[in-house]
T-cell receptor
Framework: NAGVTQTPKFQVLKTGQSMTLQCAQD?????MSWYRQDPGMGLRLIHY???????DQGEVPNGYNVSRSTTEDFPLRLLSAAPSQTSVYFC????????????FGQGTRLTVV | AQTVTQSQPEMSVQEAETVTLSCTYDTSESDYYLFWYKQPPSRQMILVIR??????QNATENRFSVNFQKAAKSFSLKISDSQLGDAAMYFC????????????FGGGTRLMVKP
């Protein structure tokens, strides 16, 4: 099973450039989310989705856009990258409901110069 | 808003000994879930153990166990018979009931294991 797949694994951007971080899961999970991890901090929720066509903001949404056109995919877009967006980004998916476990991708290390 | 606090940025343990990592959290909810995740240098987030708040019995997974004190809002992780492969960042996380993977994480504890 592929689980949660993130691409790319590493990326360097120049300030002002745009890019999309890809996330795909093959477990038919309803719930998908994006987190960022900064040094000395735990993961913080950026955006999440409870199903195709439904997205909502998390704790740190500014500078990021998401959409969910299919159950499998949940891309994260940076429209105009800033150095403050240098971080490691994780995608996660899970079933909805009480007794559910989150599955994480391998992460994308993004550097904005 | 919920908060999760890990007050030990770094911990060290001798191989084969026992270590306890601390975690406190703040919530007004009565039903929720608590987790410990391990993050080795590979960056992969690995679920170590989970605790449902409605269960009074502390969760156990092999060498890993928790001390869950609901009234004190405390959730510590005990690692017994520490192994070199246990060296990693450990994150405590909180999730409300029926919240998918909407997790709130603590800042992490780096565990070093000395041979």
């Amino acid at each position: 099973n592929a689980g949660v797949t993130q691409t790319p694994k590493f990326q360097v951007l120049k300030t002002g450039q745009s890019m999309t971080l890809q996330c795909a899961q093959d477990m038919n999970h309803e719930y998908m989310s994006w987190y960022r991890q900064d040094p000395g901090m735990g993961l913080r929720l950026i955006h999440y989705s409870v199903g195709a066509g439904i997205t909502d903001q998390g704790e740190v949404p500014n500078g990021y856009n998401v959409s969910r056109s299919t159950t499998e995919d949940f891309p994260l877009r940076l429209l105009s990258a800033a150095p403050s967006q240098t971080s490691v980004y994780f995608c996660a998916s899970s079933y909805l409901g009480q007794d559910t476990e989150a599955f994480f991708g391998q992460g994308t290390r993004l550097t904005v110069v | 808003a919920q908060t999760v606090t890990q007050s030990q940025p770094e911990m060290s343990v001798q191989e084969a000994e026992t270590v306890t990592l601390s975690c406190t959290y703040d919530t007004s909810e009565s039903d929720y879930y608590l987790f410990w995740y391990k993050q080795p240098p590979s960056r992969q987030m690995i679920l170590v153990i989970r605790q449902e708040a409605y269960k009074q019995q502390n969760a156990t997974e092999n060498r890993f166990s928790v001390n869950f004190q609901k009234a004190a809002k405390s959730f510590s992780l005990k690692i017994s018979d520490s192994q070199l492969g246990d060296a990693a960042m450990y994150f405590c996380a909180y999730r409300p009931e029926n919240a998918g993977n909407m997790l709130t994480f603590g800042g992490g504890t780096r565990l070093m294991v000395k041979p």
